[in-house]
């Protein structure tokens, strides 16, 4: 089954879907941006469930192009799909660790059971990935990633990472 692909003008903390995506850093303890705010508005219990983490199978953090799952707290979904993109580098490809954050969500969405998932523009803000480079990779590898996911929904925060993604999407 192919998956549908919609986008979203919005806070992806608003989002109702199985799983959210969080662009999340390597330590899973929180930070800026996305991940911010998905801890802010989830409350403590994600940070429970990080911490958890940290203490059982990520003591070094999570690394880039790996993902992992949580509760999702207060939001208004089951899970927390933890990724962590990669800081955007002009001398060394990283594109492969961006598909991963993609394809490994995917994963875990599918272990999960979960049939809408909402992700963010991952890398586009503070790792600097320009958003054209960033919007085609995410959208190929949702594209050609075998998935039993039902919808992927990019959420995107703004109106130009909006008419990226769409144009991307076509």
Not at 28 to 34: C, D, K, R, S
Not at 66 to 83: E, S, Y
Not at 111 to 136: C, H, K, M, N, Q
Request: charged share 25%.
């Amino acid at each position: 089954m192919t998956v549908r692909i919609t986008l979203v003008r919005g806070d992806i903390t608003r989002q109702h879907a199985d799983a959210l995506v969080n662009a999340a850093n390597s330590s899973l303890l929180g930070g800026g941006g996305v991940d911010g705010a998905i801890h802010r508005r989830g409350g403590p219990e994600i940070l429970e469930a990080c911490r958890a983490l940290r203490a059982s199978h990520y003591g070094k953090g999570l690394p880039a192009g790996q993902a992992v799952a949580t509760t999702a707290g207060r939001l208004d979904a089951q899970w927390v799909i933890h990724t962590v993109g990669p800081v955007f580098s002009k001398s060394e490809d990283r594109s492969e660790l961006l598909a991963s954050c993609h394809r490994e969500s995917l994963r875990v969405a599918d272990e999960l059971g979960a049939r809408t998932v909402a992700f963010p523009a991952i890398s586009t803000g503070v790792y600097r990935w320009p958003l054209e480079d960033a919007a085609r990779i995410a959208v190929e590898t949702v594209r050609h990633t075998p998935t039993s996911v039902e919808e992927v929904r990019f959420v995107l925060y703004d109106e130009r990472a909006y008419e990226v993604f769409a144009a991307e999407v076509g």
